[in-house]
């Protein structure tokens, strides 16, 4: 019963999210895109780039406290490779994105799931950073 409730905190922490990039501007263009080795809770357009529009991969996090370093400190190396996979392929099964700018976003959230303080973090990490 713990990952029922488990998956509904984090379908209404990601529906959250959305509901604040949508009011910060950016486009829905999918959720939650699985593919082999990776997930991408949100992909948007943000059209607000001085250089046109850029394609935002977001990784949602929450804790319903900051111990352990919040949700931020959980994005590892290794998922930052997996989300970086993820959005390779994700670009590779819409080819329309091929020449887009890319980004990755990460949202954090933290407190009551039902009504979660919301921290975007944009450009949070780039493809090509050491792992």
Not at 107 to 122: E, K, Q, Y
Request: aromatic share 6%; net charge positive.
């Amino acid at each position: 019963m713990a990952s029922v409730d488990r998956r509904s905190r984090g379908a209404m922490v990601e529906a959250a999210a959305r509901r604040h990039l949508l009011a910060a501007g950016l486009t829905d263009v999918a959720s939650n895109a699985s593919y082999r080795g990776g997930e991408i809770d949100l992909v948007m357009l943000d059209r607000d780039g001085r250089a046109g529009s850029c394609l935002v991969f977001i990784e949602v996090r929450y804790r319903s406290a900051a111990a352990f370093g919040g949700g931020l400190m959980s994005i590892d190396a290794r998922k930052r490779r997996k989300l970086v996979h993820a959005a390779q392929l994700f670009l590779a099964s819409h080819r329309q994105f091929a020449l887009s700018a890319c980004r990755f976003d990460v949202v954090v959230a933290d407190g009551d799931a039902s009504a979660p303080n919301i921290t975007w973090l944009r450009d949070a990490f780039r493809a090509d950073d050491p792992a």
